[in-house]
């Protein structure tokens, strides 16, 4: 079993649509969670670390379930610049990170 | 640039040559990370050092690769008699080290390896 699944998508939105991503993870020690943005052929980066309580940066919400092991993300209003690929990353002990497949985002004018 | 840098960008070589990549970290950070990434997937972790000391291996991480950070800056990968199935991006990452699970890591641009 993978330690992070998530839906590949991909997800076509119009703009100024409302997006949510969802992700499971495996391991109920995990302690730590984020969601990170990819663009074509970019490296990863850090889009929000996420927390027990939930937490916004903008138009971004994190939410964090710790009894269902569920992750996700919602992106409101979004605009042409949301379109790329989102990661949902757990990590377990103290260093390692485990990336989910990612979850293709296009928003279309 | 300041930036986790890897050299080269692009390499294509032929199965069973040998490789090597660079990975040069933001220079306060001492932990550096190696990370493989297939088309369509996430990255998967291979390694990772602090200071010089590689302190953990994946299973990924066959008896063909072999990583070292001798004087805990920048950062070699090799894969000897390379495979088909070692065309990936492989991606370098660095962080601070402690007990702080909000460090982030910051990657680098990665190096993309074709096995033909």
């Known amino acids: 079993r993978k330690e992070v699944e998530q839906d590949p998508g991909p997800f076509n939105v119009p703009e100024g649509a409302t997006v949510a991503f969802n992700c499971t993870y495996s391991?109920?020690?995990?302690?730590?969670f984020f969601w990170y943005r990819q663009d074509c052929r970019k490296e990863p980066k850090l889009l929000m670390s996420?927390?027990?309580s939930g937490n916004e940066d903008g138009r971004f919400t994190a939410q964090l379930n710790r009894a269902s092991q569920y992750i996700s993300l919602l992106i409101r209003d979004s605009k042409l610049s949301d379109s790329a690929t989102y990661l949902c990353?757990?990590?377990?002990?103290?260093?390692?990170?485990?990336f989910g497949t990612g979850t293709r985002l296009t928003v279309i004018p | 640039d300041t930036g986790v840098s890897q050299d080269p960008r692009h390499k294509i070589t032929k199965r069973g040559q040998n490789v090597t990549f660079r990975c040069d970290p933001i220079s306060e950070h001492n932990r550096l990370y190696w990370y493989r990434q297939t088309l369509g997937q996430g990255p998967e972790f291979l390694t990772y050092?602090?200071?010089?000391?590689?302190?953990?291996k994946s299973r990924l991480l066959s008896d063909r690769f072999s990583a070292e950070r001798p004087k805990g800056s920048f950062s070699t990968l090799e894969i000897q008699r390379t495979e088909q199935g070692d065309s990936a991006m492989y991606l370098c990452?660095?962080?601070?080290?402690?007990?702080?699970?909000?460090?982030?890591?910051?990657f680098g641009p990665g190096t993309r390896l074709t096995v033909t």
């Open positions: 391991n109920s020690a995990s302690q730590s």
């Open positions: 990353v757990v990590k377990t002990g103290a260093n390692n990170l485990f």
């Open positions: 996420v927390y027990s």
């Open positions: 050092f602090q200071n010089e000391a590689q302190l953990e």
């Open positions: 990452a660095s962080s601070l080290a402690g007990q702080s699970v909000h460090y982030e890591q910051y």
